[in-house]
């Protein structure tokens, strides 16, 4: 995903709410580069080089790198939000199906980009003991956000009979999250969707013997 931005002199305008094209255009840039590296490893210039933005533009909107970071995980963490309500909400589906699809959208998407980018809060994740501790509580909370969302499509699957009345749906959403995250870095790692298959497989394989 690449956006031009033309150069200004000066400070740019901000618009309603502090906002600017530019300021989305560096978020947009960062989250693009954090889902193929890490955060410690990535420089400033490469963002700003990535979109044509001076340096003073970045710092009229964020006022570290450190505060860049934490406004991607909470920009990161809304459209993906966004995406799994797509698919957990999604009535004309039976709840599983929806998770399914959720599944073999995410891989069409690793696919699509040859397997270099990821997901951001996981790779974020992954560097925790170079990232600032600011970082942590953030994360956990998107974990948290995503577990959430997963847990309610769990129980209305357990309200169709489709999962036993026993199974404790929140752990189920924890241990989903736990390994789903780990296929996508392992599918990073060897460039194919073998370690989300064999997770997809596993996990369906775990909630049909469940019933």
Known sequence: METTVTRRRGRPPKQAGGYSETREALLRAGMVI?????F????????????????GSFYHYFESKEGYGLELIDT???????????????ETRRPLVRIRDFVQDAKAGMARFNYTRGCLIGNLGQEMGALPEDFRER???VFADWEARLEKCLLAAKAL???????????????????????????????????LDLFAESFFSLVSRAR
Do not use: H, M
């Open 40 to 55: 410690s490893a990535t420089g400033l210039d490469e963002i700003l080089r990535s979109i044509s933005v001076p340096k």
């Open 76 to 90: 990161y963490a809304a459209y993906f939000a966004r995406k799994l309500d797509r698919f957990f909400l999604d």
């Open 34 to 38: 954090l889902t193929q590296k890490g």
């Open 139 to 141: 994360l956990s909370k």
């Open 161 to 195: 009979g489709e999962i036993p009345a026993s199974v404790d749906c929140a752990r189920l959403a924890k241990f989903f999250w736990t390994g789903w995250e780990g296929a996508v870095l392992r599918a990073k790692l060897e460039c194919n969707a073998t370690s």
